[in-house]
């Protein structure tokens, strides 16, 4: 086990509503990265946390948003809920731009 | 042109075979190089870096181009094991904004037979 853990594990959610996903980054790393993973296809990159600033975005709206926090834990939040946004979220923490460690991820449904 | 393109398979092979796949990436400034093997409804998991010089662990051997912006993955003698979703992964150049993203390619699908 990576020792990343991450909650909900699963969640159904309505157009329009919002959402926040929590990652517990591995004891002694200071980076969480955030992936979209959608059926069939491979992680895309959302964003990355280093030391509780935004270090590093990918193309997606500004309705993704994040934080860490000082024990490096880190959110990710979608507001305006759309249908494509149902997705297996994974976050991933390392120490800087060393081995990135996936957590077991979010699966969101979007009815 | 997406910026990893691998062989989405699937690949359907017996045990003990010899598989290979294949991957190009288009950001010739890449600097760093995966493969990730994912298993059905869990996370990634780092399978190996891949070295331009080449490099093996056990049955698996990871190759660089950097010329042809091409990587492989062999895997000899497969298990039942093995099946599972393999990803090509390519990281940008150290520094700037954006050297922690990963970018993966969509994966390819390896089932293992008896």
């Known amino acids: 086990e990576t020792g990343v853990t991450q909650s909900p594990t699963h969640l159904i959610k309505t157009r329009g509503q919002q959402v926040t996903l929590r990652c517990s980054s591995q004891?002694?790393?200071?980076?969480v990265s955030w992936y979209q993973q959608a059926l069939g296809q491979g992680p895309q990159f959302i964003f990355q946390y280093y030391r509780e600033e935004e270090n590093g975005r990918g193309n997606f709206p500004p309705r993704f948003s994040g934080l860490q926090f000082p024990n490096y834990s880190s959110e990710l939040n979608v507001n305006a809920l759309e249908l494509d946004d149902s997705a297996l979220y994974l976050c991933?923490?390392?120490?800087?731009?060393?081995?990135?460690?996936f957590g077991p991820g979010t699966r969101l449904l979007v009815l | 042109r997406k910026e990893v393109e691998q062989d989405p398979g699937p690949f359907n092979v017996p045990e003990g075979a010899t598989v290979a796949f294949n991957c190009t990436y288009s950001?010739?400034?890449?600097?760093?190089f995966f493969w990730y093997r994912q298993d059905c409804r869990k996370e990634p998991k780092l399978l190996m870096s891949v070295y331009s010089s080449g490099n093996e662990d056990g049955r698996f051997t990871a190759q660089l181009n950097r010329a042809s912006q091409y990587i492989s993955l062999l895997i000899r003698d497969s298990k039942l094991s093995d099946s599972a979703t393999y990803l090509c992964?390519?990281?940008?150049?150290?520094?700037?904004?954006?050297?922690?993203?990963?970018?993966f390619g969509q994966g390819t699908i390896l089932t293992v037979h008896p």
């Open positions: 004891s002694g790393h200071n980076t």
């Open positions: 991933a923490s390392s120490f800087g731009k060393e081995t990135q460690y």
């Open positions: 992964v390519v990281r940008p150049n150290a520094g700037g904004t954006s050297y922690g993203k990963l970018t």
């Open positions: 950001n010739s400034a890449s600097q760093s």
